[in-house]
């Protein structure tokens, strides 16, 4: 199965489970409240529905258009627009019979699943999966910067030891990209003294022109012989798995991105190397392809090998049930709080990061491309996150404008009119179709220009 089916369908099946708990998170209140609910749907039935089936008082249904998905609650000016029914004397059982405090519970009830579904989910994957990551203190060497592009955005270089960001201590090597996206300034050792450096405005958007770059932060890798190809040039040269190369051509190293450079100003020649076998000093001649390269594999097996030899801690976290609940609520508030980071930069066009704004296609991208449960599940809480922020926001048709609306009538003691919450709603209607626009429009030009 292609890559881009297996991420079509975790996209389908990730949207479909997050409407359908969103939805229900409007419906079980309304229900509770005892104000009728006309439709629920998976999905949008203009003009027509894929499947309905009426039961109660209630119609179930798939739409066509998967666009999101709706409940209909009775007297209430939705998507519906239904001027009729909302001409007509408010009935015991409709939304806007009811009291403010109740029909903001409704209002609610769909962002409060989306983040409770988030940290669920965040608490099973801490209780399955735990977690192990690099210990960043452990890095006696400092990090390689993979990609000098950014490294020099940054202002950081190979060797440096990421200290903080933000004044808040790196713990996990793997956190460090995502905390300086987000941050304002972060803190280093270099050759032995600390400097502190800000973090460029633009920073966001000179990373996600380099995307395939992202995790341009990475662990230091000694330049040991893991396997010598039977293609490789230098078969015969005397290399043996497990050699650690100390020397090559009078310069000394230990680390890959010390070798890099050193065979680049060696194309296509013959070099004494030497190596380290059984703890004896070897010296071998070896040859440099034209490309730069010894034609070798380089590295250790695993990640634990690298820590039995030194070169760095492998912390690994596992939870009991217990703990995995305050560790996934944490995940879920994180999470939220560095999204409403990114959002704040979107709107500084400084930044630069409203070009990353991205519709379907980009959250389709965030799954992989082979099948991985903890993965699609992952982001699949993430999405979660992001509905339920973007939901809240006080936009008219959206949650947040409803509840904008509702806070206002419970402070003054004075509902808004139904002629005034209609014109809101086609306003809100205009701007979510605007902003779909842009961020789909926005997927359409990275994939022909970029």
Do not use: C
């Not at 070896?286 to 990640?303: C, P, Q, R, T």
């Amino acid at each position: 199965m292609s890559p881009i089916i297996i991420k079509t369908i975790q996209f389908f099946l990730s949207l479909s489970i997050l409407i359908v708990l969103h939805e229900l998170g409007h419906f079980i209140p309304a229900k509770y409240f005892k104000t009728r609910v006309e439709k629920f749907y998976l999905f949008f039935d203009v003009k027509f529905s894929l499947f309905k089936k009426k039961i109660g008082e209630t119609e179930y249904g798939i739409g066509w258009l998967p666009l999101g998905g709706y409940v209909k609650i009775s007297g209430m000016i939705d998507e519906s627009m239904d001027k009729e029914a909302m001409a007509e004397e408010p009935k015991e059982w409709e939304f806007r019979s009811k009291p403010a405090w109740q029909r903001l519970i409704i209002m609610l009830g769909g962002v409060t699943v989306n983040f409770i579904l988030a940290v669920v989910i965040f608490i099973g994957l801490a209780y399955a999966y735990g977690e192990k990551y690099v210990a960043n203190d452990s890095l006696k060497d400092g990090v390689w910067i993979t990609d000098t592009t950014l490294g020099d955005a940054l202002g950081i270089q190979t060797g440096d030891k990421v200290l903080a960001v933000d004044g808040k201590k790196i713990i996990k090597l793997n956190s460090i990209v995502p905390e300086v996206v987000y941050g304002e300034n972060f803190t280093i050792e270099r050759n032995g003294q600390e400097i502190e450096k800000e973090i460029p405005v633009n920073f966001i958007e000179t990373i996600s022109e380099n995307k395939e770059q992202v995790r341009f932060i990475h662990y230091r890798i000694p330049f040991v012989i893991r396997e010598v190809p039977e293609d490789s040039q230098n078969k015969d040269s005397g290399f043996k798995a497990g050699d650690a190369v100390v020397d090559i051509a009078g310069n000394a190293v230990e680390f890959q991105d010390q070798v890099i450079p050193v065979l680049a100003a060696n194309k296509g020649k013959s070099v004494p190397v030497t190596v380290i076998r059984d703890g004896n000093k070897i010296t071998l001649n070896a040859k440099v392809s034209d490309e730069g390269k010894f034609g070798v594999y380089a590295g250790l097996n695993s990640m634990e090998e690298y820590q039995e030899k030194g070169y760095f801690r492998v912390e690994t976290l596992k939870y009991t049930f217990i703990e995995s609940i305050p560790a996934g609520w944490n995940k879920g508030v994180k999470t939220l709080t560095d999204y409403i980071k990114g959002m704040k930069k979107i709107f500084n066009p400084d930044t630069g990061a409203y070009k990353e704004v991205g519709g379907f296609a980009a959250i389709g991208g965030m799954f992989p491309d082979t099948w991985n449960w903890p993965a699609f599940w992952g982001t699949t809480a993430f999405i979660s996150i992001i509905l339920a922020f973007m939901n809240i926001l006080p936009i008219p048709a959206l949650d947040g404008g409803h509840v904008m609306f509702l806070l206002y009538e419970m402070i003054t003691g004075r509902k808004p009119s139904d002629k005034f919450l209609e014109y809101a709603q086609i306003t809100g209607f205009f701007i979510l179709i605007a902003l779909l626009l842009f961020a789909n429009g926005n997927d359409v030009y990275k994939a022909i220009f970029k």
